[in-house]
């Protein structure tokens, strides 16, 4: 019996978090979604994105519904893990110097967390999310959320996604982790040499270690 008390203990307190996180952030239920940015395209897509992630607000210069706050909310609560819109509020929370933007319904740390609950395997909104907690001073978090994304890019081959890591875990200067993202980036046909360059400019780039072909302990067949 009192083996069960750490277990119950842990589950409870993991719930009462999950609870804490859902009402200070919100339900992902929505009158519109939610969707997953991946891979719902066509005209669910282009709906939001004619009428609210249109390019001026992307850019922030102005929006279509009267509050440029009120479309990147729409936005993200229709598309939790839209990765330009994810962008574009943060960038928002920068311009405004505000945690909570004006006529944004949650906090830009909320809109992270939202995404990040939507679909916890997308690397994308983690890696924004990174490139967000370094520059507000977070840089172990920062690193915590890239390790996330690179263990669940491992396996699905995109040579895209091993890059950006491997540009992210430079930024924090975390080079040996950005020399194992770039030669997988290479390894599976990315071209552009960039990131190889930087980690050559600060001396910690390393040629990836060539397989070494495995030899045959077989016995030679005797010949009659």
Known sequence: MFKL???IFIFFSQSILA???ESECGPLTNGYGPY????SKGQILDTVENFH???TVEMLLKADTGYLGADLDYTLRA???HHRAL???MRYGEKTKSEKPP???YTIQCYFDRAIRFRPDDAIPRMIYSMYLAKNGRTPEAVQQLDIAANGAE???NPFTHYNLGLNYFDLKEYDKSVIQAHKAYDLGFPQPALKDMLKGVGKWTEPVAELPTTSTSSPVPSN
């Open 36 to 39: 997953d940015y991946r891979t």
């Open 155 to 157: 396996g699905k081959e």
């Open 103 to 105: 006529h944004m319904r």
């Open 19 to 21: 609870q804490a996180v």
């Open 53 to 55: 992630f249109t390019p």
């Open 87 to 89: 962008m574009a509020a």
């Open 79 to 81: 598309f939790p893990n």
């Open 5 to 7: 008390i750490p277990i």
